[in-house]
């Protein structure tokens, strides 16, 4: 370690008496400022021994990756700018890749030259977050030989108003009446205030009153369920309006389970992760039970989904009275093309009733697929063994 500090002390002399003899590298030096900054850095670095935050094998270093911008309010922007050099021998053409929708970065020139560096611009939008966050930002160079560099950014944000709970979970029988209380005080300052609440289900309700006691100053958002919910799992996003410029809408997500007559096995359908092909429709299928915990017989039929991708139908006819009753429920993928996390609940209506007494979830996540005649590996199109290969995990 110690011939090791010698040698890169004596490089540094070298390099300094370097500069102070010869015109033109002096010249060359002060011409590019970027250059001369990369060259010190490297030579800290094999001082350091590779210690901190920079690399001696790295191609690409900064002398800071993590930004802490302190206290934050919602809605606001926080921008930070990174520097980054190139001191490999090679250009690098430069890529960020954040880890959060929330953040957004430029490279500025995205085309680094050996010796030179760069600026990454990063900017935060805080949203509706509350507390303490973290988030990360990953550069990637073209060559994949080159070592990529992870920045951390963290911020804590102060809320315009203190929501609690934050998220509403609670369970009811059916045909009883369900509630549950929602504080929300206001951190701003005085003359910011809820003014109404919004749910967007038929099954959720909502309302605003004054608080008292300990909570004066406070607004109530009193959460209920009506008997004629049906069971499952009922949830819904309440939009709570305030008089907040920054934050005019407050979202509070509601769930609420009703535990109802009904055994459902399962008790909701998962068709889990299903690839959907190119020019070409997948079809999958699942089925439930249906039965009354009382053992009594009774009447089923279907309602129209909320999903046209998603179809049920009976087994075994609904318009007369069975202990138990088979649903076939069928998930067609490629018309309309559709990716991405599908939600949906299918309604069932007992013995005639106009409103529902079941909402059975469906869930399903719907991956892209590449057909094999578009994979290909090393330049030339893939076999069949190939294309299994390229099939996503």
């Given at each position: 370690m110690?011939?090791m500090h ?6 540094f002399a ?13 010249a060359?030096?002060?011409?590019f400022?970027?250059?001369s900054?990369a060259?010190?850095?490297?030579m800290?670095a094999a ?7 920079i690399s001696m094998a ?7 990756l ?10 606001q922007?926080?921008r930070?700018a990174f520097?980054?050099?190139?001191v ?6 430069l890529?960020?890749s954040?880890?959060?929708?929330c ?5 500025t ?14 900017s ?13 930002l990953?550069?990637?160079a073209?060559d994949e ?6 920045f951390r950014?963290?911020f804590?944000?102060?809320p315009e ?9 609670f ?6 009446t ?10 701003a300052?005085k003359?910011?205030r809820?003014t109404s609440v919004?749910?967007d289900?038929p099954?959720v309700?909502?309302?605003v ?19 004629c919910?049906p069971q499952?799992?009922?949830t819904a996003?309440l939009?709570?309006k ?6 005019p809408?407050l ?19 998962s ?7 190119d020019?070409a ?5 699942r089925?439930?039970?249906?039965r ?7 009447m089923?039929?279907?309602?129209a989904?909320?999903?046209?991708g998603v ?5 075994e006819?609904g318009?007369r009275?069975?202990?138990h ?9 490629g ?5 991405g996390f599908?939600?949906t609940?299918?309604?069932?209506y007992a013995?005639?009733t106009r ?17 094999a005649d578009?994979?290909s ?6 076999g069949a063994e190939g ?7």
């Amino acid at each position: 370690m110690r011939r090791m500090h010698r040698r890169s002390l004596a490089g540094f002399a070298g390099h300094r008496g370097a500069r102070q003899h010869c015109g033109t590298q002096a010249a060359t030096l002060t011409r590019f400022p970027w250059r001369s900054v990369a060259t010190a850095l490297a030579m800290w670095a094999a001082v350091l021994g590779g210690r901190g935050s920079i690399s001696m094998a790295a191609q690409l270093q900064a002398p800071s990756l993590e930004h802490d911008f302190g206290l934050a309010r919602q809605q606001q922007n926080l921008r930070h700018a990174f520097t980054v050099f190139n001191v490999g021998r090679k250009k690098e053409d430069l890529r960020p890749s954040p880890s959060c929708s929330c953040v957004s970065a430029t490279i500025t020139p995205p085309a680094v030259a050996p010796g030179d560096g760069c600026s990454l611009e990063v900017s935060v939008q805080t949203g509706e977050l509350r507390g303490r966050q973290e988030v990360t930002l990953r550069i990637f160079a073209d060559d994949e030989t080159t070592e990529s560099l992870l920045f951390r950014v963290v911020f804590t944000v102060t809320p315009e108003f203190e929501v609690t709970p934050a998220e509403v979970r609670f369970s009811v029988k059916h045909a009883n009446t369900g509630n549950a209380v929602v504080v929300v005080r206001p951190v701003a300052g005085k003359g910011v205030r809820v003014t109404s609440v919004e749910s967007d289900s038929p099954f959720v309700q909502a309302a605003v009153s004054e608080a008292k006691g300990k909570h004066t100053g406070s607004r109530l958002v009193r959460v209920s369920v009506p008997p004629c919910a049906p069971q499952g799992r009922l949830t819904a996003v309440l939009r709570v309006k305030t008089t907040s410029a920054r934050v005019p809408v407050l979202r509070i997500p509601v769930a609420v389970s009703v535990n109802g007559p009904f055994a459902l096995s399962p008790n909701q359908v998962s068709f889990g992760m299903v690839y959907a092909p190119d020019g070409a429709v997948s079809t999958q299928t699942r089925q439930v039970t249906v039965r009354r915990k009382d053992g009594k017989a009774f009447m089923l039929s279907i309602g129209a989904c909320g999903h046209q991708g998603v179809s049920a139908r009976l087994a075994e006819s609904g318009k007369r009275s069975v202990h138990h009753v088979i649903i076939l429920l069928r998930l067609q993928v490629g018309t309309p093309r559709s990716t991405g996390f599908l939600e949906t609940a299918i309604p069932l209506y007992a013995d005639g009733t106009r409103e529902p007494a079941i909402l059975l979830p469906t869930l399903a996540y719907v991956r892209p697929r590449r057909s094999a005649d578009s994979s290909s590996c090393c330049g030339k199109t893939a076999g069949a063994e190939g294309s299994r290969r390229s099939e996503p995990r």
